[in-house]
C-alpha cells in the first residue's frame, strides 16, 4: 500500500503538540490541532458575556497554546502564511473530524491513563488504516496499546520529537510487538525525507535512546561535579562547544527542557531500570532536589540553575551557587588547557587534547569519558541492537556534534579501556571480545563508505544510508585537488564537489583559489561542480580580518584587487562551461550568499540562514551582490509591476541586512528564486540531493549562459526616491549618519550612478560601480570602528 500524508491531527496543543503541529504545517501539510474544552470562562469571557458554549470559548486552550508558539523565539515555522494550513477545535466537538486524516499524533500529558482515554475516543472515529502514534518520552509504548482493535494496534507505535521539533532533528520510532513492519518502514523514510530526520528505531526501553544516555550524561556530570568541587559556570565552560556541544552545554540545557522534566527522566529510569549497573548515578542530588521544590524549574518559570535579570546596565544574567543556593553574577572560569585548546579548530584533535590534559579540566574529561563509555557499552543491546544507533540519537537530540561511541573511537578504544580498569570502571562483555579479536575500532571507512562494528556478527557492517548520502569526509581517497583551507572531491558519475574549512568556514584568498581551480578542473575534466561543506556553517562571508588589514593600513590597491578576485570568482561560477551548484546551510552570510546567487542553482538545506549583511559592517556587498540584486530587479521590470517597486526590494534587503530564517524564507527575500532554485528537508542528503540536481542540468544540456548587457538600471528618478527614503529614516532617529552614507553609496550602485535617464548596462559596469563604493567605505573611519568590533566580539557596533 503506498501512503500519503495530506493531513494530520495533532491530539494536544501544550509545547510539544503546537510546535509539532507547526513544523507539519511548514512543509505542506494540513493539520488539525485539538485540545480539551475548558471548563470555566475567564475574566475576558465573563466581560464579553461568553458562555461556555461558544465556540471562541471552547477553543480558547488550543488557539491560545497556538499563539503563544508562533510569537516564540527562534520561531516554530518556516514561513509565517503555513499558518493558515493549521485547523483547530476541542476533543468535544471535533473529534470526528480525525476520520478524515492520514496520521493522528498524540501529544496530551505524561499519564497513561490520560492517554488511554484518548484512545478510547480516537477509536470510535478513526477509519481503519489511519496511523495513530504518541510523542510520549517515558511511557513504554505497548501499555498504550492494551484494549485497542487490532487494526489500531497494527497501525499504532512511538513518534517521539525533541523540542524544538523544527531545529532538534532527531525521531525515535518505537514499535510494539504488535506493529505492523511495514508502518515502521514508512515513518522512518518519511520522517527522513519529508519531516528532515534522523530517524532512529528504538527499542521500547525506559527513556528510549537519547533521553537514556542524554540524562545519564547530565547526571554523571552532576555527580562529578561534586566530586570535584566544580560550580555551575565551570561545568558549562567545560562542556559546550569546546567538545562539540551546544552553547546551552548541561545546566543551561537542563533550564530549557525543564528540570522537572530532568528529574522525571531520571527518576523514570531509576523506578523501571532495576538492572542497570549504573543506577546510583540517577539518583538526584540534594542541591537538584531543592531546587525542585523552590520551583526554579528553568526557562518556564524564569529561574532556574541561571536567572535573568535587568539592571541598570542593562540585562544580566545570574548563575546559582548551589552551596548557598543563591544568585551571583556569573563567572568566565578558566582551565589552562582550554585556553590552550580553544584556538584548535579541528574539533577531533581539540579533544584529544583535553582528554589528555593533566589538569582540573583534563581529570573532569577523563573521569566523564569512563563514565560515559561504560554506559554506553553496556546499553548494547538493551537499548539498541547497534551501536550507531546510539550515535545518531546523541548528535541528532542532543546536538553533539560527535556522538559517543564516535569519541570513544577518537580517544582509543583500547588505551582508554585500560585507563577506565584502573579507576575500577568496567566496560561490557563484548567490547572485550572485540579488542581480544584484534578489532580496535567501532567505525571505520573503507572506499568511501563508513562501516560500524556489529555485535551480533562480530563483524563490520556498511551503515545504513551509505547509498543515499554523500558524506565528504569518508572520501578521502577521492581528493582531485586541495590547499591548506580546500579540498575538491570526485563525487562519482562526472561531478565534483569542493568543500573548505576555515574559522566559521569564512572565505579569504585560499577559499577563491579553491573555488577557481576547482572550476578549471570541472571545465576540463568533470560534468558540474557542487560548492558544499559539512561545517556548522557553510559560511559567514568574506574574511572580515583581511578586509581590516588592508582597510586600515591604506592598502588600497591591495584590496582593489582582492575585491576584483572576489567578483571575478562568483561571475565565474555563473559563466562557467559547466554548471554549478551551491548547496548552503546554517548560516550563509555576505560572501557565501553572493557564491548563491551567482550558481546556476542554489540546493538549499531547511535550516539555511541566508542574506546579505555587509551593511552591519559599514560596507556594500562587493562580490557581485548588489550587482546580482539589480539584476534581479531589472528582470522584474518586465513583468508588468512599477519599475521602482522591485528594486526598492532588493534595495531594502540588502540595506537591512536582512538574512532569512529559513531556507524556504530566502525565496520571500528573492535570494533563492521560484520554481528554479529547491530546498532538502534532510540536511544530510544535501549533498546528494545537489548531485541529483547538477545531473539533472548536465543531461538536460547545459549551454554557458551569455554575459549581460541588457540591465535596465533607473538612474536619478529612483535614485531621488531612494535617497529620500533614506533621509526620512534618518531624520527620524532610525539610522545613524554613518547607516545613511553606507545607504546612499548602495541607491547609487542600484541605480546604476547619476545618470540623467533611465539606462541599459552591463553587469561589468555595476560591478565597477559596486567596487568603487566598496573600497571608499573601507577607507571610512567608522566602517573600520565596526570591522574592527566585529573581529573583537563578533557583533558590529552601531555607530
Request: charged fraction near 25%; charge should be neutral.
Amino acid at each position: 500500500m503506498k501512503r500519503h500524508i495530506h493531513k494530520v491531527a495533532v491530539l494536544g496543543s501544550g509545547v510539544m503538540g503546537s510546535r509539532i503541529a507547526a513544523h507539519f504545517a511548514g512543509i505542506g501539510v494540513q493539520v488539525l490541532l485539538l485540545d480539551i474544552a475548558p471548563k470555566e470562562l475567564n475574566d475576558a469571557e465573563k466581560a464579553k458575556g461568553l458562555t461556555l458554549e461558544s465556540k471562541a470559548v471552547r477553543n480558547r486552550i488550543v488557539n491560545d497554546a497556538l499563539q503563544s508558539t508562533l510569537k516564540s523565539n527562534p520561531s516554530p515555522v518556516y514561513t509565517k502564511d503555513v499558518v493558515k494550513l493549521i485547523r483547530t477545535g476541542n476533543f468535544t466537538d471535533d473529534m470526528s473530524q480525525i476520520a478524515n486524516v492520514d496520521w493522528i499524533i498524540e501529544v496530551v500529558v505524561e499519564n497513561l491513563d490520560v492517554k488511554k482515554s484518548v484512545f478510547e475516543q480516537v477509536e470510535k472515529f478513526r477509519k481503519a488504516g489511519t496511523l495513530i502514534t504518541s510523542n510520549t518520552s517515558g511511557i513504554p509504548i505497548h501499555l498504550m496499546a492494551e484494549g485497542r482493535s487490532e487494526d489500531f494496534r497494527k497501525h499504532f507505535c512511538g513518534t517521539h520529537f525533541f523540542n524544538p521539533p523544527r531545529y532538534l532533528r532527531l525521531l525515535e520510532i518505537i514499535p510494539t510487538p504488535h506493529t505492523d513492519p511495514a508502518i515502521i518502514s514508512f515513518l522512518m523514510e518519511y520522517g527522513d525525507l519529508y519531516l528532515g530526520k534522523t530517524t532512529v528505531l528504538c527499542k521500547d526501553t525506559p527513556a528510549f535512546i537519547a533521553n537514556r544516555v542524554g540524562v545519564f550524561s547530565i547526571m554523571a556530570i552532576f555527580h562529578i561535579m561534586q566530586e570535584m568541587n566544580l560550580n555551575i559556570d565551570e561545568v558549562d565552560t567545560l562542556t559546550g562547544p569546546v567538545i562539540g556541544r551546544p552553547k546551552s552545554a548541561t545546566f543551561r540545557t537542563a533550564d530549557v527542557v525543564g528540570i522537572d522534566t530532568l528529574v522525571k527522566v531520571a527518576k523514570g529510569v531509576k523506578e523501571n531500570c532495576p538492572n542497570d549497573e549504573a543506577i546510583d548515578i540517577f539518583v538526584i542530588p540534594p542541591f537538584l532536589e531543592k531546587v525542585v521544590e523552590n520551583k526554579w524549574l528553568g526557562d518556564k518559570t524564569g529561574q532556574g540553575f541561571y536567572k535573568k535579570t535587568k539592571g541598570e546596565g542593562g540585562k544580566e544574567i545570574l548563575t546559582l551557587n548551589l552551596q548557598t543556593m543563591e544568585y551571583g553574577p556569573k563567572q568566565r572560569p578558566k582551565f589552562a588547557s582550554l585556553e590552550a585548546a580553544k584556538p584548535v579548530e579541528d574539533l577531533k584533535q581539540r579533544l584529544r587534547m583535553l582528554a589528555a590534559a593533566t589538569d582540573k579540566a583534563g581529570q573532569f574529561y577523563q573521569q566523564f569519558h569512563a563514565l560515559l563509555f561504560a554506559y554506553i557499552s553496556n546499553r548494547i543491546p538493551e537499548i539498541a541492537d547497534d551501536l550507531y544507533k546510539v550515535d545518531d540519537a546523541m548528535k541528532a537530540g542532543f546536538g553533539w556534534e560527535i556522538g559517543a561511541f564516535e569519541t570513544w573511537d577518537l580517544l582509543g578504544v583500547e588505551k582508554t579501556v585500560q585507563a577506565m580498569a584502573e579507576k575500577g570502571i568496567k566496560v561490557a562483555k563484548w567490547v572485550e571480545e572485540m579488542l581480544a579479536k584484534g578489532i580496535k575500532h567501532f567505525y571505520k571507512v573503507e572506499n568511501g563508505k563508513k562501516y560500524y562494528y556489529d555485535i551480533a556478527s562480530q563483524d563490520y557492517k556498511v551503515l545504513p544510508g551509505a547509498e543515499t548520502f554523500i558524506i565528504l569526509e569518508n572520501l578521502s581517497g577521492n581528493v582531485v585537488w586541495k590547499n591548506s583551507a580546500c579540498t575538491l572531491y570526485d563525487i562519482g558519475d562526472g561531478i565534483v564537489t569542493l568543500d573548505w574549512k576555515t574559522k566559521m568556514n569564512t572565505i579569504g584568498g585560499e577559499v577563491l583559489e579553491g573555488v577557481n581551480k576547482a572550476i578549471d578542473r570541472a571545465e576540463k575534466d568533470y560534468r558540474g561542480l557542487i560548492l558544499a561543506n559539512e561545517g556548522a556553517n557553510f559560511s559567514a562571508g568574506a574574511n572580515v580580518g583581511m578586509i581590516f588589514m588592508l582597510a586600515a593600513e591604506q592598502e588600497y590597491d591591495e584590496l582593489d584587487m582582492a575585491v576584483r578576485l572576489f567578483q571575478k570568482t562568483t561571475m565565474r561560477l555563473r559563466y562557467s562551461s559547466i554548471p554549478t551548484i551551491v548547496a548552503p546551510h546554517a548560516l550563509t552570510l555576505g560572501g557565501g550568499c553572493e557564491m548563491c546567487l551567482h550558481a546556476d542553482k542554489v540546493q538549499a538545506a531547511a535550516e539555511a540562514y541566508i542574506g546579505l549583511v555587509e551593511l552591519g559592517v559599514g560596507l556594500i556587498p562587493g562580490g557581485g551582490g548588489t550587482k546580482e540584486m539589480t539584476v534581479r530587479a531589472s528582470d522584474e521590470f518586465k513583468e508588468g509591476r512599477i519599475e521602482e517597486e522591485p528594486l526598492k526590494d532588493r534595495f531594502m534587503a540588502i540595506a537591512m541586512a536582512k538574512v532569512s530564517t529559513s531556507g524556504k524564507e530566502a525565496f520571500d527575500l528573492g535570494i533563492l528564486r521560484a520554481g528554479h532554485d529547491e530546498i532538502t528537508m534532510n540536511q544530510s542528503r544535501l549533498i546528494a540531493d545537489a548531485k541529483r540536481s547538477i545531473l539533472q542540468i548536465a543531461e538536460e544540456g547545459y549551454t554557458r549562459p551569455v554575459e549581460r548587457k541588457d540591465i535596465k538600471v533607473l538612474g536619478r528618478g529612483a535614485l531621488g526616491m531612494l535617497l529620500t527614503g533614506i533621509h526620512s529614516m534618518r531624520f527620524g532617529n532610525y539610522i545613524s549618519d554613518h547607516d545613511a552614507k553606507i545607504a546612499g553609496k548602495l541607491a547609487y550602485v542600484m541605480c546604476g550612478g547619476d545618470l540623467t535617464e533611465a539606462s541599459v548596462v552591463s553587469e561589468q559596469y555595476l560591478l565597477d560601480l559596486e567596487r568603487e563604493a566598496f573600497l571608499s567605505l573601507a577607507g571610512e573611519r567608522k566602517t573600520l570602528e565596526r570591522l574592527q568590533s566585529v573581529i573583537k566580539t563578533g557583533k558590529p557596533i552601531r555607530n
